[in-house]
């Protein structure tokens, strides 16, 4: 699987949209982003993913450029319950993708 | 649905003892995984399974069994603890990655000391 990297930390005033970005130069073209958060010591809860197109769902948006080698999770408008810390992973699909990696992610900080 | 069970949720160990940490889920996934997380650090992946009676290891798997006889269940045995594996452990399960992948469903963790 590809490598990313994501900065350590950001703040965020609250009420604003939290811009996270992603860069994942090495990507291959089978090979999906997807964004987990972690918030406090819980287990990493599931946010998004995509492959080429912009995705949007109930929690978040995610940008992918078109030569997909970054993208930006947006958090429209951030709470302080967002405060956690965030990871983006690139894996292919199917039995090369069962060895998924999570990086150190970013740590986010929504501040009131 | 209960989604992934873990126990105990602490667990003080010394070293050179054995343990073995549970993990359970009643979604029907093939894939489980365990993973250990250090302080300040990312998730390491140490063992998965794509289905009963099917294991391989991950990232970190040195000191470390698992084992799968049912679909449910994933345990993580601990073979003889040692102070380098104190950290907290995550087991997840998901269906198994086909042609998209699936979200991954983490367990609240157990958190482990060995002295």
């Known amino acids: 699987d590809a490598k990313t990297t994501q900065p350590p930390s950001m703040d965020c005033a609250e009420g604003r949209a939290a811009n996270l970005p992603c860069n994942h130069s090495t990507i291959s073209g089978n090979e999906y982003v997807y964004w987990y958060r972690q918030i406090h010591s819980q287990g990493p809860q599931y946010i998004i993913h995509?492959?080429?197109n912009n995705e949007t769902n109930e929690m978040a948006s995610l940008i992918i450029t078109e030569d997909r080698k970054s993208s930006t999770l947006i958090l429209p408008h951030a709470t302080l319950r967002d405060t956690a810390v965030y990871y983006c992973i690139v894996r292919v699909t199917g039995t090369g993708g069962f060895k998924t990696i999570f990086g150190a992610g970013t740590r986010l900080f929504v501040k009131a | 649905n209960a989604g992934v069970t873990q126990t105990p949720k602490f667990q003080v160990l010394k070293t050179g003892q054995s343990m073995t940490l549970q993990c359970a889920q009643d979604?029907?996934?093939?894939?489980m995984s365990w993973y250990r997380q250090d302080p300040g650090m990312g998730l390491r992946l140490i063992h998965y399974s794509v289905g009963a009676g099917i294991t391989d290891q991950g990232e970190v798997p040195n000191g470390y069994n698992v084992s799968r006889s049912t679909t449910e269940d994933f345990p993580l045995r601990l073979l003889s603890a040692a102070p380098s594996q104190t950290s907290v452990y995550f087991c997840?399960?998901?269906?198994?990655?086909?042609?998209?992948?699936?979200?991954?469903?983490f367990g609240p963790g157990t958190r482990l000391t060995v002295t």
């Open positions: 997840a399960s998901s269906p198994i990655p086909g042609t998209s992948y699936h979200e991954q469903y």
């Open positions: 979604m029907n996934h093939e894939y």
């Open positions: 995509g492959l080429k």
